[in-house]
């Protein structure tokens, strides 16, 4: 059996939480990001966005659903002459969580890489192609190497990182700043993640600064929100 647990023992379960609360605020932007284009049909950008932020949900769902399962503690009895000896561990299947994990990281790269293509847009078909391959192989081949996936994530992050601070240069207003700060955080969450096997507590801390991430995020979506209703109304 592969060990691939690197939460500390008193954390088991509430990662779950936190992670619940991400799928939320993506779901919410995603949803608004899709009404936006039901309104805007000639705007594909908005539907590229609700696409990629939908993707990000799906693949914490499929990462709840896997250490759901993860974290489920069996007892186990032993009968010893007349004493009676209770064992807890925690029972998971190795296949149904290596599968768990591959689509987790998949869809979480194709995500992000949809947000990449939304700041990138002039991009050659074949290079297309050739992104959707590496995204595929480098999720299938890097299962046990964790780091290499969240390392792919940061540099995604990076790309689109740039695009979003030149956005900021430009327009100088405080959504832009929001959603450069949050893409920002969940960047730092992914060198966290990188770090956990050399300490179990560095998981908390990734997922804290990941939480921290994506509700940046939501708040500013919602001055995205907020502004633009308000230049409408004017």
């Known amino acids: 059996m592969i060990n691939l647990i690197f939460s500390p023992q008193w954390f088991f379960g509430k990662d779950i939480l936190i992670d619940v609360v991400s799928i939320l605020v993506l779901l919410f932007i995603s949803f608004f990001a899709w009404r936006f284009y039901a309104l805007n049909k000639g705007r594909k950008s908005y539907a590229l966005l609700a696409v990629s932020f939908l ?4 693949s914490f769902c499929s990462k709840v659903l896997t250490n759901f399962t993860l974290y489920s503690v069996k007892e186990h009895k032993v009968q010893l002459g007349l004493q009676t000896f209770t064992f807890q561990f925690i029972n998971y299947s190795d296949n149904f969580f290596l599968f768990g994990t591959l689509i987790y990281r998949l869809l979480t790269i194709y995500g992000f890489y949809l947000l990449y293509s939304l700041y990138y847009k ?32 940061f540099f995604l992050l990076l790309f689109i990182l740039f695009k979003l601070y030149c956005n900021c240069k430009m ?17 730092l969450s992914q060198l966290f993640f990188m770090f956990i096997r050399m300490e179990e507590e560095l998981y908390v801390v990734a997922e804290g600064v990941q939480l921290l991430g994506y509700i940046i995020l939501l708040v500013g979506f919602l001055m995205v929100l907020y502004y633009g209703k308000k230049k409408v109304q004017s």
Do not use: C, E, G, N
């Open 55 to 58: 993707l990000l949900a799906l």
């Open 171 to 187: 327009t100088k207003d405080l959504p832009a700043r929001w959603l450069f700060v949050s893409f920002a955080t969940i960047a």
């Open 122 to 153: 002039k991009q050659d078909k074949t290079m297309i192609f050739m992104m959707l391959y590496f995204i595929f192989v480098s999720t299938y081949f890097t299962w046990s190497a964790y780091y290499l996936f969240h390392l792919t994530v």
